[in-house]
């Protein structure tokens, strides 16, 4: 069974940085593709950056591209997102997801299917 539990958000003042992680267990992390989508107040889940079985490929939506860092740890099974010059429309709850294997897809679709229970990002002076 796929788990993935997410932690590490918070509340953070503009400006500010935060790093997530995604603990993930039940299947050969290494071998996927694995993502980070958010979900805004009030709107409907976004992805927000990709990262390919073998950490050679990464992708960003466009408004985070040069804030936020995904990497992994494949000796801990672990995901990251290391976001920093937070914004106030980053604010959001955080979901890691895992993808296709090896380079394959990661992004709502595959979260749709599987992400963990999130963790909350708030952005507030």
């Known amino acids: 069974e796929v788990q993935l539990v997410e932690s590490g958000g918070g509340l953070v003042q503009p400006g500010g940085s935060l790093r997530l992680s995604c603990e993930a267990s039940?299947?050969?992390?290494?071998?996927?593709?694995m993502c980070w989508v958010r979900q805004p107040p009030g709107k409907n889940l976004e992805w927000v950056s990709s990262?390919?079985?073998?950490?050679?490929?990464?992708a960003y939506k466009n408004s985070v591209k040069g804030r936020f860092t995904i990497s992994r740890d494949h000796g801990k099974n672990t995901l990251y997102l290391q976001l920093n010059n937070l914004k106030t429309e980053d604010t959001a709850m955080y979901y890691c997801?895992?993808?296709?294997?090896?380079?394959?897809?990661?992004?709502?679709?595959?979260?749709?299917?599987?992400r963990g229970p999130g963790t909350q990002v708030t952005v507030s002076s």
């Open positions: 039940g299947f050969s992390f290494s071998d996927y593709a």
């Open positions: 990262i390919n079985y073998g950490d050679t490929i990464t």
């Open positions: 997801a895992k993808g296709g294997l090896q380079n394959g897809a990661c992004d709502v679709g595959y979260a749709l299917q599987s």
